[in-house]
C-alpha cells in the first residue's frame, strides 16, 4: 500500500492536553449543587440478611439521602448472565456486596454516614476456592441459577440454555472443547507429560479510580459522566436496572485514565444515578485505591491442569486440560473467560486429539471481569510452561518444537476455524533471535544464574458487537469524527482515527478532531474491549471518510465544472488528476458546500463478523468465541536468578507481534510495551492476597507491586505485518495481545536458570528458592 | 475552616481549606487546579507530584498549610504563555502520552530531575521516575522523551 499518513509518527490529538493538565477527568468535574456519595458495603463474605436499618445516616447533619434495595425494582441484570442485584436484599455474597449509597454534602461526611448503615446479619458457610467450590459439599451461592435469564440474544440464548442443561455445582458457565479422540492419541504418544499450575487474582489497576457523575433532569431523564470502557453497555445497563426507557439515560465517558478491562462493564453506575434521581440532585461517586483494589472487576485467579501426549519427534498428538476460574460472587464476563479459556487452554498448535474443560465458578470473593486479555496470561503460564516440559523430556530445543507444531496460513483450527494471516513462526523466529536464542548464553553477574524463555500465544479481535462513525467537513475545512468509540488511552480513537480519515481524505492530521464516547451524540459502539477498536473503527471510518469524500468531490466538480471522478485531493487542494498546480483549496469548497450540494456528512456503520467455521472439526460447546482472524504473538526473557535469594531480575526482553498492518505505529508500540511491562508485573510480583474470611489483605499500590520505571528492562519490539484480507488495511487487534504471553516467557527462562518450572505465579523469590530445593534433592 | 495563603506557579491566592487539608485538595477543590490527580491518596502512585521549593512532593499527604510561604509548581504552570515546555513538547511527540493520568504528576518528577541533573543517565532516569506509577505505558516512551529533552537535536 502506498501511503502518506500510514506509518509515520504523528501525535495524537489528545496529547497536548494531557501534558497541560487541560483534560478533564470524571473527577475533575464539579456541577452546581453536586453531593457526594459513598457506598456502604458488606462485612461478611456470606450471609444471610435480617436487617438494614439506614435510619441513624439518615438522620446524620449534611446527609442529602440514602439509597437500598427498597428504593429500585425488585429484579436482576447484568451483561451476559443476569445474576446480579443493584443492592444486596436477602443475601450478602462477599465482602463488599453493596447494601446501600448514601449522598451528603462533601464526602468526609459521606464517608462517616456510611459508617452508620447497620446490618444484621446471619452468616452462611462461606467458599474461596473454585475448585472446592465445585465439591458437592460446598454452599451454594447461586441458589437460583437456574432460573436466570441471559442477554436476550441470538448468539448468547442457545450457549445459555447448553449451560442449564449441562449444570455443575456453582458454576456460572462452562465452556468445552472435544477434538479426536484423546485417550487413543496418550496411547500413540511416546511421552505423556502432566502438569498443574496455579494463578492468583490479579488487578487491572488503572491509574484513575473508578469515577462516576450523575446529573438528573426535571423529566426524569439522567446524565451520566463514567470512567468507563463501555457507554453504551453502561447506558442499556442503567435504564434496565431503574426501568427508564434507554432515551432517557445519556452516557459520556470523557478521558479516561487506563480501563485494562477493570472498566468494562456497566457497574456502580446505576447506583449513583438511582441516588440523582432520588435526591434531585448531581451526585459524584469517586473509589478510593482501597474500593478500587478490593471491589473493581480483577483477573479470574485459575487452577489449571493439563496433560499432554507427544512423540519422540515432537508431534503433539493429544492434549487434555481442566480449568477452574474464580469468577466471584457474580458471573460478570464470566461467558468471556470460559470461552476464551477454551481458546487459550488450547494453544495456538495442531494438536489432533483435544478434550479441553474451563469451568468458571462463583465463589464468596469480589466479581472477576474480562480484564486485558481475560484468561491469557493464565493460560498462557500453564501451556507455556508444560510446553518447555514436552521440550524437556523429548530433549528438543524449545524452539523448535514450537515451530514444529504451531499453526500455519490455511489451518484449521480446533474449533473449525480457517486461519489466515498467521504470522505465528514469524513472531517465534524473531523474539528468540532478538534475545540471541543460538548464541551461547553470557554469564550472569554475581554468579546469579542466567535462563532464556520463549512463549507465543493467539488472541482475538472480538467480533459481533458493531460500530457507526460519522465524517462531517465544517467549512473552514476542518473535519470531524463522530463516534461512540472510547478512548481509554490506547490512542485507537485519538490517535489512529484521525490517521485514517486523514489518509482517506489528503488532509493533515492536525486538521482533523475527535467528538467520541457521548451516547447523546454520537453513533453506537460497543466500547473498549476485545482489543477491537481500531479495526471496527477502521472499518466504520473507511466508509465514512469515503462518503464524505464523494460529497466533497461532488460538490468541488459542480464548482470547477469537472467530473468527479476525475478528481483527486492532495495537500488541502483538490484538482483534475494530473494538474494539481489548478487546484481549488479544499476549504473553499467545504465552506460552499452547505450553500451548493448541501453540508457534507459521510456514515459508517460496521460488525465484525466471524469467517466461517466447519465444526466438523471439532466440537466447541458452551462457548462464544467468535474472533475475526487472529493475532499471533511470541515473546522472549532473559533472567538472572539470584541463587541465595531466588530474585529473578529480566535483563532483555523481546516482544514480536503480528498486527496485520501497523497503522499508527506509535500507538501499536505503546500497547506492545505498556502490555509486556503488566505482563511482567502479572510474572513476578502481582497477586491479591485474602484472608480466611474472604477479605482483600493488600488493597494499596504499597503492597500489591505493579512494575516501577526502575524495574523495568526496555522492550525490544518488533511489529510482524501479515496483510490480514478482514482487517481495515489489513490491520488485526493489538490491545490485548501484549500481555498474553509474557507469563510463559519469564517463567520458561526462570526454569531454564533454576532447571526446573516453578508452577505458581507470581514468581516470587520464596517460590524460586523452593523450586530449586527440589532440584537439589533429584 | 482556615484561610491559608499559597504561591501556585508564581501568584499568590488565598484559600479556605480544613484543617489538616492535604495541599492536592487545596489546589484542586480550593483553586480549581485539576491538572495533579489523586491516584491513591497515600503517598504510593505521584499523580499528584507537585513540586515545592524545587523539590517533588506527593501533594497528597503534604498538609496544605504546610506550604505557606513556599513556591508551589503544579503541570498548569510548565507552559508558558501557551507553549509547551521542552519536555512537555517531547512527551507529546514520543507518544509518552496514552491514557494521561499520570502524565502531570510525571512530568513533574521529570522536570525537577532534569532541573537538578541536566544530562541524566537512562538509569538516573528510571530511579528519577520510580515514585511515580504508569499503568499504560510500560514507561519506555516516558523514558525515551525525558532523555530527548534532556539533549535536544
Ligand atoms: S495520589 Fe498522591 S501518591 Fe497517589
Ligand atoms: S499514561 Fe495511563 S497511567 Fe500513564
Redesign the pocket.
Known sequence: MTTKVFGTRVPRLDAVDKTTGRTKFVGDMILPGMAYAKLVHSSHPHARIKRIDTSRAEKHPGVIGVVTHKDVPDHLHGELIWDERLFAKEKVRYQGDIIAIVAAEDQATADAAAKLVKVDYEPLKAVFDAEQAMKPSAPLIHEKWKSYACLPSPKVMPVWQWQKENPRRNCSWSSIVRKGDVEKGFKEADVVVKGVYTTPMVHGS??ENHSVLAQPHDDGSVTIWTATQVPYVVRMTVAAFLDIPISQVRVIAPAI??GFGAKCQAWVEPHAAALARKTGRPVKLVFNREEEFSMAQPRHPAKMYVKSGIKKDGTIVAREATIYFDTGFTSMLSAVQGSLGALTAAGPYKIANLKIDVYCVYTNKPSCSAVRGPSGPQLNFCIESHMDELARKIGMDPLALRLKNAYEEGDIAHNGQKLHAVGLKQCLVKAAERIGWKQPKAAGGDGALVGRGLSCAWWITAVGFGTGALVSIEQDGTVHITTGTVEH?TGSTFGTAPMIVAEELGVDVSQVRVHASDTGIAPFDYGGVGSRTTFNLGHALRQATQDARRQLMANAAAMIEANPDDLDIAQGMIFVKGTPEKGIPFAIVAQAAPFALGPIVGRGSFNTMAPPFDPKYGLVEGSLFVSAQLSYAAQAAVVEVDGETGNVKVTDFAAAHDVGYSINPMCVEGQIEGGAVMGLGIALSERVGFDGEGRMQNPSFLDYKIPLCCDVPPIKFDIIETNNIDGPYGSKGIGEPPIVPTTGAVANAVADAIGVQVTELPLLPERVLAAMKTVKKR | MITITLNVNGATHKVNVRPGESLLSALRLGLGLTGAKEGCGEGDCGACTVIIDGRTVDSCIYPAGEAQGKKVRTVEGLASNGKLSPLQEAFVEHGA???????PG?LMSATALLERNPKPSEAAIRLGLSGN?????GYAKIVEAVRAAASPA
Open positions: 488503572p491509574i485514565g487506563g488511552g | 502520552v496514552q491514557c494521561g493520568f499520570c502524565i510525571m506509577l504508569c499503568r499504560c505505558t
